[in-house]
């Protein structure tokens, strides 16, 4: 059982909008920054989001991330083939002595 | 542009000790701190600790009795022992990269090493 909270799935047709959430608590995502990887299978994981809504150089402006409270969401715009893939997010807990916990991930399928 | 390369067994015996090692290049390793990231069968990415240039690590509270990592900045290399595995263990392990400043993710990671627990 993941200390991050995601759909399992989601899905939508090319050109679509997809948004996937994730649900902490005041310990993690409420006290720090959320991070979202996409990560395709036998490859490395790929950071997508960092500080909760910034990309890093090469992730394209139709990937977006935000974070409210106790929750942040990754939105992914204009869904393409290649977008098929697993996206997790992650963050600082800092309960007991601090760990980086994981979301169980989500698949997202494009239709 | 630092860059991870993974090396160790991909097979280990139950009640064995499990050794992994990244080389880090192409970067300076007090800039960032290193980590080690697993992946179990079908199931999600887990942390399993991290270590400063310093030698301060963090450990997964549910690994920590089993876990040492370990730097070694001469070589620029950074290690995961992992003792006493069980099939449970099984799973690909990534290293992994981060700026030691507050609001960087991992990045970059390591090409990732699938290790098997079996006899």
């Known amino acids: 059982q993941s200390v991050l909270t995601q759909p399992p799935s989601a899905s939508g047709t090319p050109g679509q909008r997809v948004t996937i959430s994730c649900s902490g608590s005041s310990s993690n995502i409420g006290s720090n920054s959320v991070y979202w990887y996409q990560h395709l299978p036998g490859t490395a994981p790929k950071l997508l989001i960092y500080?909760?809504?910034q990309r890093p150089s090469g992730v394209p402006d139709r990937i977006s991330g935000s974070k409210s409270g106790t929750s942040a969401s990754l939105a992914i715009s204009g869904l393409r083939s290649e977008d098929e893939a697993d996206y997790y997010c992650a963050v600082w807990d800092d309960s007991l002595s601090g760990s980086w916990v994981f979301g169980g991930g989500t698949k997202v399928t494009v239709l | 542009q630092v860059q991870l390369q993974q090396s160790g067994p991909g097979l280990v015996k139950p009640s064995e000790t499990l050794s992994l090692t990244c080389t880090v290049s192409g970067g300076s390793i007090n800039s960032y701190y290193w980590a080690w990231i697993r992946q179990p069968p079908g199931r999600g990415l887990e942390w399993i600790g991290h270590?400063?240039?310093?030698?301060?690590?963090y450990y997964n509270s549910s690994l920590k009795s089993r876990v040492t990592i370990s730097v070694d900045t001469s070589k620029k290399q950074f290690s995961l022992r992992l003792r006493s595995v069980t099939a449970a263990d099984t799973a690909v392990y990534y290293c992994a990269a981060k700026v030691v400043t507050v609001g960087y993710g991992f990045d970059p990671w390591g090409q990732g090493s699938l290790v098997t627990v079996s006899s």
């Open positions: 270590i400063y240039d310093s030698g301060i690590t």
């Open positions: 500080r909760n809504n």
